[in-house]
């Protein structure tokens, strides 16, 4: 069993940051596949970005170069560093966890994953 936490959802402006995190609990953190997605009101829970127990990591198109995943394997906390926010950003964001898989940092899928988090608000206006 692994328990995901989320935290660091807020409102901001557009061109905005924020830095997510989500600490986790449990035994099977290491090794992993983690992740971030999203839901947005009204469509599909996408992926973000994933990073896998060997630092290589996945982004959507949407968030690359404006978004940074990172793990601390010590804390046992996975991070979202966002940047140049913008109004599209707006969605729900849920940590995600599941054990390694050919498909982490190719094309990992909601359905792949098990534990989830509850999810934190991130709201951006223009």
């Known amino acids: 069993q692994v328990d995901l936490l989320e935290s660091g959802g807020d409102s901001v402006q557009a061109g905005g940051s924020l830095r997510l995190s989500c600490a986790t609990s449990g035994d099977t953190y290491n090794p992993y596949c983690m992740a971030w997605f999203r839901q947005a009101p009204g469509k599909e829970r996408e992926a973000v970005t994933t990073i896998d127990n060997n630092g290589r990591t996945y982004y959507a198109d949407s968030a690359k170069v404006r978004f940074t995943i990172s793990a601390d394997n010590t804390k046992k906390i996975l991070h979202l560093q966002m940047t140049n926010l913008k109004p599209e950003d707006t969605a729900v964001y849920y940590c995600?966890?599941?054990?390694?898989?050919?498909?982490?940092?190719?094309?990992?899928?909601?359905?792949?994953?098990?534990?989830w988090g509850q999810g934190t608000q991130v709201t951006v206006s223009s």
């Open positions: 995600a966890a599941r054990y390694p898989y050919s498909r982490c940092i190719t094309d990992p899928r909601r359905g792949d994953f098990m534990y």
